[in-house]
T-cell receptor, first 111, second 114 residues
Framework: DAKTTQPTSMDCAEGRAANLPCNHS???????VYWYRQIHSQGPQYIIH???NNETNEMASLIITEDRKSSTLILPHATLRDTAVYYC????????????FGQGTTLQVKP | DAMVIQNPRYQVTQFGKPVTLSCSQT?????MYWYQQKSSQAPKLLFH???????NEADTPDNFQSRRPNTSFCFLDIRSPGLGDAAMYLC?????????????FGPGTRLTVL
């Protein structure tokens, strides 16, 4: 599974879009990009995943660059409850489901 | 609501005294996972069950064992806890094994070893 690089921490103003980058320059063609987040004292929570195309769901949007070497998770209108550690994970299609968490980005949403 | 439940939320044990952590799920998922998360670190997979099939990670210490008596329940047994085993233990489930199955996590059990 490809390695990911994320900034250690980011701040965002409440109500503004939070854009969380992830670098996965060694990603291969059959590897997916997954995002989970972990709010303090809770278990991780699935957010979104994608392969090549941009994806959107009720929680977030995922923008993957054309060369697939990086991606951005977008929370369109961040709230205080979005304060969490966000993990970008790259998984090969044949993976049994094992999640390999990196250090993630701590997002602090401020009033 | 269908969910993943972990009991207790906080567990204190003594050095070397066996301890069991419990996880139950109402999702009727086939796969159950146990992760260890030490302070300020990311979660790390210990092992998982696909139905009754146990899959151990290569670097999981022998001190850690697991049981899954039925679909709904899974237990994590630590035979002789050391100070280094103090951590949050997270249980997760997924409908099937494989990449495209979202994992649902419980709230975790925080283990303290005295």
């Amino acid at each position: 599974d490809a390695k990911t690089t994320q900034p250690t921490s980011m701040d965002c103003a409440e109500g503004r879009a939070a854009n969380l980058p992830c670098n996965h320059s060694t990603i291969s063609g059959n590897e997916y990009v997954y995002w989970y987040r972990q709010i303090h004292s809770q278990g991780p929570q699935y957010i979104i995943h994608g392969l090549k195309n941009n994806e959107t769901n009720e929680m977030a949007s995922l923008i993957i660059t054309e060369d697939r070497k990086s991606s951005t998770l977008i929370l369109p209108h961040a709230t205080l409850r979005d304060t969490a550690v966000y993990y970008c994970i790259v998984l090969i299609e044949s993976n049994t489901g094992k999640l390999i968490f990196g250090q993630g980005t701590t997002l602090q949403v401020k009033p | 609501d269908a969910m993943v439940i972990q009991n207790p939320r906080y567990q204190v044990t003594q050095f070397g005294k066996p301890v069991t952590l419990s996880c139950s799920q109402t999702l009727n998922h086939n796969v159950m996972y146990w992760y260890q998360q030490k302070s300020s670190q990311a979660p790390k997979l210990l092992f998982h069950y696909y139905d009754k099939d146990f899959n151990n990670e290569a670097d999981t210490p022998d001190n850690f064992q697991s049981r899954r008596p039925n679909t709904s329940f899974c237990f994590l047994d630590i035979r002789s806890p050391g100070l280094g085993d103090a951590a949050m233990y997270l249980c997760a489930t997924s409908r099937e094994q494989g990449l495209l199955n979202e994992q649902f996590f419980g709230p975790g059990t925080r283990l303290t070893v005295l």
